[in-house]
């Protein structure tokens, strides 16, 4: 069992940024993919960003490459998602999302939200004009 407790979000303008983090609870965190997500208004959850047990390896969607870093701690069993040059379509409530144990390369998901176990309960961030 793992459970997610994200933090981190807020108002900002465009074009700033902000570090969302989540805390994970469990002793086998580096037995999971760690991943983020966002929902807007009226649309379904969309993928961001994912990282590999060890943090080595990482997937973005095409809107945030360049702009978005996932990492991971851990030690620490916290994940974060630094996200600059922020826009205001990245309005949203961000999901942090961990799935596993893990048994195959991180290049066989899809990276759709049946493939994660546990969730977070969400964070708002919004980006003004």
């Known amino acids: 069992q793992v459970q997610l407790v994200e933090s981190g979000g807020g108002l900002v303008q465009a074009g700033g940024s902000l570090r969302l983090s989540c805390a994970a609870s469990?002793?086998?965190?580096?037995?999971?993919?760690m991943g983020w997500f966002r929902q807007a208004p009226g649309k379904e959850r969309q993928f961001v960003a994912v990282?590999?047990?060890?943090?080595?390896?990482?997937r973005y969607v095409d809107s945030v490459k360049g702009r978005f870093t996932i990492s991971r701690d851990n030690a620490k069993n916290m994940v974060y998602l630094q996200m600059n040059s922020l826009k205001p379509e990245d309005t949203a409530v961000y999901y942090c999302?961990?799935?596993?144990?893990?048994?195959?390369?991180?290049?066989?998901?899809?990276?759709?939200?049946?493939?994660?176990?546990?969730w977070g309960q969400g964070t708002q961030v919004t980006v003004s004009s």
């Open positions: 999302a961990a799935r596993g144990p893990i048994d195959r390369s991180i290049y066989y998901y899809q990276n759709v939200p049946t493939e994660f176990d546990y």
């Open positions: 990282s590999s047990m060890s943090g080595s390896i990482t």
């Open positions: 469990g002793r086998t965190f580096s037995s999971y993919h």
